[in-house]
Nanobody, 127 residues
């Protein structure tokens, strides 16, 4: 079992940057593939980025590709989401999630495939 806690959200102007962190207070993130999702008010939760358990593979949604970067530091038991060139439409609650699957190469864009979720961190982008 793993407990996840996001941090790093806040208010930023359009074009600015934020780095979100997802730390595990219990358990080891090295056993999990990790994903970042977001949900804006009145909208469905959507996949943002994912990284495989071994870190070899990453995947991004089309609307963040080239602007966001997911990474992991297993020694620090933390996963990051570097967000650059932020847009007002990026404003949402951001959640990290951990998934335990057989293959170390897998990333899932499906939220229900993940086993554990953090509480979320709010990202607000002013225009």
């Amino acid at each position: 079992q793993v407990q996840l806690q996001e941090s790093g959200g806040g208010l930023v102007q359009a074009g600015g940057s934020l780095r979100l962190s997802c730390a595990a207070s219990t358990g080891s993130l090295s056993n999990y593939a990790m994903g970042w999702f977001r949900q804006a008010p009145g909208k469905e939760r959507e996949f943002v980025a994912g990284i495989s358990r071994n870190g070899d593979n990453t995947d991004y949604s089309a609307f963040v590709k080239g602007r966001f970067t997911i990474s992991r530091d297993n020694a620090k038991n933390t996963v990051y989401l570097q967000m650059n060139s932020l847009k007002p439409e990026d404003m949402a609650e951001y959640y990290c999630a951990a998934g335990k699957w057989t293959s170390p190469y897998i990333i899932s864009i499906i939220g229900s495939a993940y086993d554990y979720w953090g509480q979320g961190t709010q990202v607000t982008v002013s225009s």
